[in-house]
DNA sequence: TGCAACTGTGCAGAGACTGCAAGATTTTTG
DNA sequence: CAAAAATCTTGCAGTCTCTGCACAGTTGCA
């Protein structure tokens, strides 16, 4: 979202601008380090180093030490909160698919801004699946909003109902799977049109083969 | 499956006996104490003591505290593998999703018999949505090799083609739901009609709202 | 300028987890 | 059946993750 890099960095304040470098520093340090060496060959403090801080600060910006290559952006709770008011405010003519693919456009477009960024990390994630669910599931994209915003969009209740949470679990599974498939691809094509792509084949019903794959085939 | 419970205890060995015993009352204490006081709460020490092994001990059992509240029966790996060949073996003329709830059938049916334990596991995860992805989707069920033989089963590249990775993902996600409605319900229904009530909507395309919902609705 | 609000850092400490080697048990073998 | 081989349990030492706390240095602001 906008906060970080569409906002002139003069009008965030020294402090806030600080605070960004010092996070961008630790991603990328992690980034480097853990895809040269390998998740468990590289410790926070090894990360610290690199990015020039101490290790507890490293621990001031990140829960855990996977968190340093995950999160790419700070403010991940605010993002949950904004994606849960996008989702309520898209024209209610749309579909809940729809309405999330609205939704997310702005935060993939992300990813093909920074393709090399993002192509690292999901190098790592690929060899770490334990790192995967917490992607995109997990509690970083604020499921448990996520799941009653959408129970609310359609009227059902969170609880009670299979729809909103299997949406909201088949959502992240299609857009894991779409990233995925980018990221193997080398991010050649842009990740909206994969993820199209999977949202599609939900929408068909998972129409089995040929049909679902986006070339030919092999 | 049948290798815990279904074969009768003498047809084990001492030794092999002993150690279902011992990972029983691993997870049993685990269970019991993270319920009560919560999974922060409880140290591996904790649980160790409970069952009445070192703490070392438990680290032989499981690789992660949370291990412990997870893996219900041993033997996680050859399970993925026997999983994976049930999958290849089933009836080809059935599609990869009916395939795939054949496979799952008779796992699932182990959480209707044990209902009280798996309620509890349940209430624990949520509560923790970090495991969640763990439980289901993570590489406790082999990721990797499972998307690897929805591909073959369907002729397809697992890396190339987006198909597998998505179906695969889908269906942790369809589990995820059902699961997780079935313990918000008491575990009244058996889970496997949940489950297909979930496959039945991803194949319908997940239709929009009333439609979907196994009841009336709120 | 001077105070309030942060941010960075060191320190101490709890807890997760691992490798190693000794001791106890079970299974196998001759 | 007894000795050897294979396994399992445990204690120990040690690394690493992560947290609370207190203090020092900066930044924002009146």
New interface residues.
Partial sequence: MPSTDHVPAQALGLRARKKLETHRALTMAALRLVGERGLENVTAEDISAEAGVSPRTFFNYFATKEDAVLIAYPESEQRAEQSARRLLEAPPEL???EAVLVMITEDVALIDENREEWLARFAIVDEH??L???IV???LSG??LMIETIARR????A?????P??????I???M???I??WA?EGGRRPVAE?IR??FD??????P??AA????G??
Avoid: F, I
Avoid at 165 to 170: D, I, M, W, Y
């Fill in positions: 579909g809940p698919m699946p334990a995967a669910a917490r599931t997990g509690q499921e448990r359609v009227g059902m209740d609880d009670a109902d299979l729809y949470a299997l949406l909201h679990g088949v992240g599974a299609a894991k799977a779409a995925k498939l193997h994969l792509a999977s084949a939900l929408a068909a019903g998972l089995v083969p679902t794959t986006t070339r085939n092999s």
